[in-house]
T-cell receptor, first 114, second 113 residues
Framework: SAVISQKPSRDICQRGTSLTIQCQVD?????MFWYRQQPGQSLTLIAT?????????ESGFVIDKFPISRPNLTFSTLTVSNMSPEDSSIYLC???????????FGPGTRLTVT | KNEVEQSPQNLTAQEGEFITINCSYS?????LHWLQQHPGGGIVSLFM???GKKKHGRLIATINIQEKHSSLHITASHPRDSAVYIC???????????????FGQGTILTVHP
């Protein structure tokens, strides 16, 4: 199994600022995923981050708004840029296990934008 | 129509009751996950299924690949089972869909003492 930690666990930010969320995994993983969960909604994939290459963004998400870094096989960051109240969500990091069918999730970062 | 549909959306039960949450999907899949999300937001993976049935404690998950349907059962429910239960499917691997999950809307379960 993989144990995932995220920082910060929650934050309240002002409109127009940026927040960087960190995701740390206790083992090396190939693929890392960033999800957003807006209030009352299910999870939506933002992007897939592979080490050594550019992140692949889903429709509706762009690099300028959600830049992602993946410097090694155990760590990734997601930045939410120029925030607006619509960005208030839970942001979750997820990885696949040794078997690509296994999926593990971080504890989430609860972001509130005022 | 969503690719993954869960029912019911909300479920209230008394402690001790047997609970069933259903998940139907419309795409070919390689695996189905049942996830539990507590109010704090963190998600725990309960089961990963590709066929048949799995049991862990009071939780049982079944899947019928031909009918594209899965159920999550909780026996002898307890207030600590109160959470959101999410069904997620992994579409058949290949191309850009590799590793991605498609999520249902979730079922909000409240178990009263």
């Amino acid at each position: 199994s993989a144990v995932i930690s995220q920082k910060p666990s929650r934050d309240i930010c002002q409109r127009g600022t940026s927040l960087t969320i960190q995701c740390q995994v206790d083992s090396q993983v190939t693929m890392m995923f960033w999800y957003r969960q807006q209030p009352g909604q299910s999870l939506t994939l933002i992007a897939t981050a592979n080490q050594g290459s550019e992140a692949t963004y889903e429709s509706g998400f762009v690099i300028d708004k959600f830049p992602i870094s993946r410097p090694n096989l155990t760590f990734s960051t997601l930045t939410v840029s120029n925030m607006s109240p619509e960005d208030s969500s839970i942001y979750l990091c997820s990885v696949t296990g040794r078997s690509s069918y296994e999926q593990y999730f971080g504890p989430g970062t609860r972001l509130t934008v005022t | 129509k969503n690719e993954v549909e869960q029912s019911p959306q909300n479920l209230t039960a008394q402690e001790g009751e047997f609970i069933t949450i259903n998940c139907s999907y419309s795409v070919g899949i390689s695996a189905l996950h049942w996830l539990q999300q507590h109010p704090g937001g963190g998600i725990v993976s309960l089961f990963m299924l590709s066929s048949g049935k799995k049991k862990h404690g009071r939780l049982i998950a079944t899947i019928n690949i031909q009918e594209k349907h899965s159920s999550l059962h909780i026996t002898a429910s307890h207030p600590r089972d109160s959470a959101v239960y999410i069904c997620a499917v992994r579409p058949n691997a290949g191309g850009t869909s590799y590793g991605k999950l498609t999520f249902g809307q979730g079922t909000i379960l409240t178990v009263h003492p």
